[in-house]
Every structure is written in C-alpha cells, then in structure tokens.
C-alpha cells in the first residue's frame, strides 16, 4: 500500500494550487482521506479532511474559506484545491487514509477531543512541498 501526494510548488501570495493524492493498493474511497502540513519548526497541523461514509467535509479554521477537499473515486484520488495562498500556508502537505474519522477530526476541529496519534491513522503519504512566496 502506497499513498502519494503530488501537486505542490512554489506559487506567489494569492495564487493557488491543486494537491492530489493517490494511492496503490488502497481503493481511497473506502477511507477517510485527510490532509496535512507541517511547516519547518513547527507541529504538524490538520487540514481538512473527507469523509468515506457520506463525502462530509471538514476543514481547520485556516483552510476554511480557501482550500476545498474533494474525491474522484473512479481515479482513485483525493484533491485538495487550495486558493488566496499565504506566505503561512508555506509546508510539506501529506494526506492520510483512515477507518476512523475521528482521528482526522481531532486534529481539524477545535473541541472534537484530545488529539489522537498520528500512529492511530493506518497509512501516511510521502508529502509534497508547497512554498508561498511574499
């Protein structure tokens, strides 16, 4: 099984970029897909996330508005369209297939719970470099 996240670049303040995920060995529809960065020095974050069972999405307070998550299950990827792109948008971007939603959801929405381990999601992409530049 082999997840891989492709799309990434350097684009200026403003632009926009489209990330894609996709997989090998793993029908992605049958997961929960999320997206996440991490800048350097920094934690990684949750982005966003979609859900298998009805397509719901869900997105951390700095995707809202911006960034939008979408599936293609005939191609078997999972996009992540991203737009208005700021210099703090600047990370490597990986996506992550899981079962359980929930643990998406800990690290997307405030108050959902106690975050759970990045170890608790089954399979992590090799990630993608997005830079924006000032």
């Known amino acids: 099984v082999q997840l891989q996240a492709s799309g990434g670049g350097l684009v200026q303040t403003g632009g926009s970029l489209r990330l894609s995920c996709t997989a090998s060995?793993?029908?992605?529809?049958?997961?929960?897909i999320g997206w996440f960065r991490q800048a350097p020095g920094k934690e990684r974050e949750g982005v966003s996330c979609i859900a298998s069972s009805d397509g719901a999405t869900y997105y951390a307070k700095s995707a809202k508005g911006r960034f939008t998550i979408s599936r293609d299950n005939v191609k078997n990827t999972v996009y992540l369209e991203m737009s208005s792109l700021k210099p703090e948008d600047t990370a490597v971007y990986y996506c992550?297939?899981?079962?359980?939603?929930?643990?998406?959801?800990?690290?997307?929405?405030?108050?959902?719970?106690?975050?759970?381990?990045?170890?608790?999601?089954?399979?992590w992409g090799q990630g993608t470099q997005v830079t924006v530049s000032s």
């Open positions: 060995g793993l029908m992605l529809g049958e997961y929960n």
């Open positions: 992550a297939a899981t079962k359980i939603v929930y643990y998406l959801l800990t690290h997307i929405l405030p108050d959902v719970g106690k975050k759970t381990n990045y170890d608790d999601v089954e399979y």
